[in-house]
């Protein structure tokens, strides 16, 4: 059972880029997703969040308008799509998977499977 991020690379600034988060091992049908980031010495953030079947969306006003989330419960896949990329979106990305989520977004200790991360570099 796990959850792995992919997507993540170098980019100049402006540029886009699309994450993947695909379940392996048990299936994303009732579990909503977040994509979380921690850059170098800050902590850890949510960025967006969607429900289990996709009815709800969330996202950080950092990145609002610039970010997609979306997923196909079809392929075990939840997507970030991610464009007008900026340095400060420079971190390593994550995914996580909460089972029957009841908030929107759910707080981080809710999450019962976590990805390990993709890094995003956004360079000037």
């Known amino acids: 059972v796990q959850l792995q991020a992919s997507g993540g690379g170098s980019v100049q600034v402006g540029g886009s880029l699309i994450l993947s988060c695909v379940a392996y091992?048990?299936?994303?049908?009732?579990?909503?997703i977040g994509w979380f980031r921690q850059a170098p010495g800050k902590e850890r953030e949510v960025v967006s969040f969607?429900?289990?079947?996709?009815?709800?969306?969330w996202y950080a006003d950092s990145v609002k308008g610039r970010f997609t989330i979306s997923r196909d419960n079809a392929k075990d896949t939840v997507y970030l799509q991610m464009s007008s990329l900026k340095p400060g979106d420079t971190a390593v990305y994550y995914c996580?998977?909460?089972?029957?989520?009841?908030?929107?977004?759910?707080?981080?200790?809710?999450?019962?499977?976590w990805g390990q991360g993709t890094q995003v570099t956004v360079s000037s």
């Open positions: 996580a998977a909460d089972w029957a989520a009841s908030q929107v977004p759910s707080p981080a200790h809710e999450y019962d499977i």
């Open positions: 091992g048990f299936s994303l049908n009732f579990y909503a």
């Open positions: 969607i429900s289990s079947q996709g009815g709800s969306t």
